[in-house]
């Protein structure tokens, strides 16, 4: 996929009506199977050594714009730890409500430790949880369990075991918990190397299938935005 560059006549997904059982804002998830997360462009990162605050828009496969992403975080704290910093990532959708909120706390990044294995909460709507990602130990590959709002594993996640977005998209593949089953995957999605270079932008695919749960389908939007900072964002 191309790199992203969201335009003025971007037009945003119709609001689809309510549906049962559903959490309020994640009724635009029950329509589809395919997401993708763009990260916005930041001219001051490109011409200064500060790290900013992230923005995403999260589209459907049509171009259209379902949810606004925006990171908020402590600008000393942004500059000091880079990647492994803490933040919460708030989601609005197009009346400017925030639907999804997602936590993640200051955890190091290196795998063989369990008081640096990364881990992200995310409520829908904010105040209620519904989930959780957890990063678990592997020797050689990057993976994940997705939990319930009472930490119950319902499925895996399993990156490859090099991850490098220079040179071909990366699947990131959500699976059974037994691992026999590929359920839907998150690919990094290669920009070209010059746009990797000088504008640390990124963007992600994820795909899942049309009639699972809501919840999973935003816990899978939740890792995209785990992964992306803990292996495709670059320390200023």
């Not at 997904?13 to 029950?30: D, F, I, K, R, V």
């Not at 459907?60 to 379902?66: D, S, V």
């Not at 090099?162 to 593949?173: A, T, W």
């Not at 749960?213 to 816990?219: P, Q, T, W, Y």
Request: proline share 6%; net charge neutral.
């Amino acid at each position: 996929m191309a790199f992203c560059n969201i335009q003025p006549r971007t037009h945003w997904m119709q609001t689809p009506g309510s549906t049962a059982n559903c959490p309020p804002g994640l009724e635009y998830l029950t329509q589809i199977n395919h997401l993708f997360v763009c990260q916005r462009f930041d001219l001051l990162e490109v011409v200064s050594p500060f790290e900013t605050n992230k923005t995403y828009d999260v589209m459907n496969n049509q171009g259209q714009r379902l949810y606004f992403a925006e990171e908020k975080s402590n600008c000393f704290i942004r500059h000091l730890c880079g990647p492994s910093r803490p933040f919460t990532m708030t989601i609005y959708d197009n009346v400017g409500c925030d639907v999804i909120t997602l936590h993640k706390a200051l955890r190091w990044s290196c795998c063989w430790s369990n008081c640096c294995l990364q881990k992200l909460k995310v409520e829908a709507p904010p105040g209620e949880i519904i989930g959780y990602v957890y990063q678990y130990y592997h020797p050689f590959l990057p993976m994940f369990k997705i939990k319930n709002e009472n930490k119950e594993n319902l499925m895996k996640i399993r990156g490859p075991c090099v991850v490098s977005s220079c040179l071909k998209d990366l699947n990131f593949n959500l699976l059974s918990l037994d691992e026999e089953m590929i359920i839907g995957k998150i690919s990094n999605q290669w920009i070209g190397f010059m746009r990797e270079l000088f504008t640390n932008t990124n963007t992600f695919g994820i795909q899942f299938p049309f009639d699972i749960d809501v919840r999973i389908k935003a816990l899978m939007l939740g890792a995209s935005f785990l992964i992306d900072y803990m292996y495709f964002e670059l320390w200023s």
